[in-house]
């Protein structure tokens, strides 16, 4: 079958997630023509899925001294370019009681020896910063851990690269790859929105697709062997602790707490999962975390949990390994597809952490320059991306501020995540989509205590009247993010979380009754696209 | 304190229940932690909506669902009390002018443009009706960010009623000028009893109607004077006006909160708001008092001869589920009914899939009252009503306030037998 459209570049960027903008924001940025495509939106894959820590290095120090180093690397980079996507929280590593003793000096000796600033304080001045940590912690140190917005990160390094020219083709999935002759030469890829199927000729193809790579490898004919490490977090309503906190140990289960806007992640398990699209939470898991977090934080069971999610880190090992995961490298892994495979002007990216997207990213583009024989810089380290031009940091107040600045002329859409009309209207114009978890990525609809309650309502409303959208498509997009946010908070669903949600039935059914909504009775998985 | 009876809970169950036992002579208290479902339910009085088949009459289909749902709190009522239920509300809530019937459900559109079936309905809302279908106007207010008229018309205009009648539908905005740009409903509610505000609106909507067409307002057409306001919409429209219930809260949901606690004072009631229940005394088999912790003071007994719990499900913190997966009944530790075990799923992937745990509740007696572990009455003198109840599904039966009411008016009831 003959592709109906054609593109043209010199850089085919294949994934949306951190991995996947860093390589196109830096091959734009280098002057190459660049096109990023993924299968569905930006960041909805691993790096929409993390715990959304900025690591020191800590967490790896002992067991993987050289990816804990590029963290610390990358950790002042991001705080230099990202300033608006980080909350420059700090961090402890506190030994609790469970935890080996013996391991603290380990640690902070590790931390030295690769550069991460590390300073011991006395437990009672850990307690003093930290009020409802686990009183019976034995020692305690800081470092400079952080919190950051993976979504805002995406989203900023699209419209920095887009600057540069780029373009950005979300819902736009690989169906074959073009080699001819040993040479990579670009790809077929389905529009999903408009079902068209477009040729990208490409000098150059960089697979970026993380936990998917060895599926995008395959259809050059590479095997590329990814295990897909399932992690689950759950997102605790109100900032338990305002540091992150770590637990001083190896890393294993639950031993993490990142406080991130007006919540607090706990994270996290890693299992071993065959396919990177299906996997379930447990019950098991859930309650391994709040177990986790009772150790960290006590009462922590009785606090309210507001979602959990799961995402899987692409964990690259060149050889078999057996099930535990957690032992494979955090490092990431750059295969040249000539040296390797045979097939010219091809490399894959995978491994790797959310942190070191942009060093990725970096290597990625110096391996291309080389394969192209040409020489061009990297600029990514020194640019800020755009609102993090001012350096300042973003803080738990500043939606607070902005929302004051707006308190006579707009309205609030979402009162949990202050997304105004004129958020909720630049997004869906930007956009163009009906699908509202798009939105909800860009303004952080629906993700607060109510998950969306009252929300979703009124922003279908607003979508069908800004877009014209046809009604069924609307009930649609309701119906669909009413499912969306049921999903995350099914498996946690007690206490007070669980009274919310009886309230949002109530809403949804007894005063609404979209259970009897008009419309076609298919839902379709794809958003439609709309022009406004 | 002393009391014949005392009400734990402000929703529509315990202001029913409050409200018959204190005109049936009993000295009665209402002990409340707050206000409750009428502050979020659009207050009409659904007896039974759906089967899930759309149920044309509830008198007609109540039988044989109770029947084939003998755990249902229908399943403890007979078809006349429920009748004298109703009856008896619409009487008491007069101001309102309920209107309706068991024999026949009204359709009334919800905010999502559902034509939803419903026993009966305030007189602000009977205009609405589309049982025969007919031209409809509905009327955005710029500011009014929960209620989206084109939206709301586009699917009404789909709706397969019964009668096979059409509805015609569209939306009428107006801009109503000189007010904030994000405004709640209570406070259209306020603005809309000043006669400059609602002359100005009907003004400016009067040119944009057309011949036939009944208007739709949310339901923010007054607070305490919305016979008035309404009145004076339809007189200066030349046209009927109705209200459409929306996102809480509830406008029409106060006002009945209003009428049943005027008229539970009027007849004698005492009112405790503000006061948590957090513990009870027993003896023999028998309720003697709850502990009562008022806000900000310290606990007080209120002694009585009959309690009623009206303390609704999960979703007003009367059932508690804990994060080990434990339920309980958060008063008088009461075994909840219709729990899965632990290890069980109760909740189920699909958000409007049959969860395992939705009829979760108490299980009672013919009388209403509570089975402790043994199965038998947990307490001789202890009633239950509206949400706390097992066995009903209100929102997807959209049978909520008509249980609230037939219960509440139950329990009050049997106390009132045993009183005399």
Redesign the interface.
Known sequence: MSATAKLRTEVLVIGGGSTGLGVVRDAAMRGFSTVLVDRGDLATGTTGRFHGLLHSGGRYVVKDPKAAEECIHENWILRKIAADCIEDTGGLFVTTPVDDPTYADTFADACRAVGIPVEEIPVSEALRREPRLNPGISRAFTVPDGSVDSWKTVWACARSAESYGARILPYHEVLRLIVEGGVMKGAIVVDHRSGEEVQIDADFVVNASGAWAGRIAAMAGCEVTVFPGKGIMVAMSHRLVDTVINRCAMPSDGDIIVPARAVSVIGTTDVKVADPDHWEIT?EEV?KM?DAGENLVPGF??AR?LRVWGGVRPLYQEKAAGADTRDVTRAHALLNHRTRDGVERFVTITGGKFCTFRLMAEETMDAVCAELGIERPCRTADEPLPDSESRRYYWLGSRVAQREETL??????CECEFVT?SDLETALRRRGTTSLDDIRRMVRLGMGPCQGG?CI??A???M??LQKTP?HV??RA?LDF??ER??GV?PI???DQ??QT??D???F???????????DESRSAKPEKVTT | MKSDAVVVGAGLSGLVAALRLAEGGLKTTLVAQGVGSTH???ASIDVLG?TPELVESPAGALPAFRTEHPEHPYACLSLELIEESVAWFRERTEILGYTGSLEENLLVP?????P?PTAIVPASMAAGDLRSGGHFAFVGLR?M????P??LA??LV???LPSGAAVEARAVLVSDPGV???VGALDYARAFEDPAFRRAVASELKVHLQPGESVGFPAVLGLDRHAEVRRELEDALERPVFEV????PSVPGIRLFRALRAAFRRAGGRWVMGAMVVGASTSDGSVTSLSVRAAASRTSAYEGRWFVLATG?????AL??????EVRETVFGLPVWGVPPV?EP???????DDHPMAKAGLAVDERLRPLGPDGAAAFDNLFAAGAVLAGAE???E?S?NGLALATGFAAASHILEDAS
Not at chain 1, 408 to 413: A, Y
Not at chain 1, 509 to 519: K, S
Not at chain 2, 110 to 114: I, L, N, Q, S
Not at chain 2, 245 to 248: D, E, F, I, V
């Open positions: 019950r309650q709040l069971r009785s949990a006579h002329t707009d309205q609030l859409i009309r009252f309502f009124r279908t409303g607003i069908h009247e009604v609307a009930n309701l009413v499912q049921w999903k099914q669903l007690y206490g669980l009274r009886r309230l039935e109530w809403i059914q007894g005063i609404l009754d979209v259970g009897h909504l008009p419309g | 979020l339910s659009p759906y919800t905010a999502a443009g559902v939803a500011a960010k929960s209620f989206h084109a939206y586009e699917n789909q709706a397969k904030e740009p994000d219930p929306g996102l809480p499900g999960f979703a007003s913190g508690h589920l804990d994060s080990y997966g290890e109760r909740f189920l992937p699909g958000v409007f209100p929102w997807r959209r909520g």
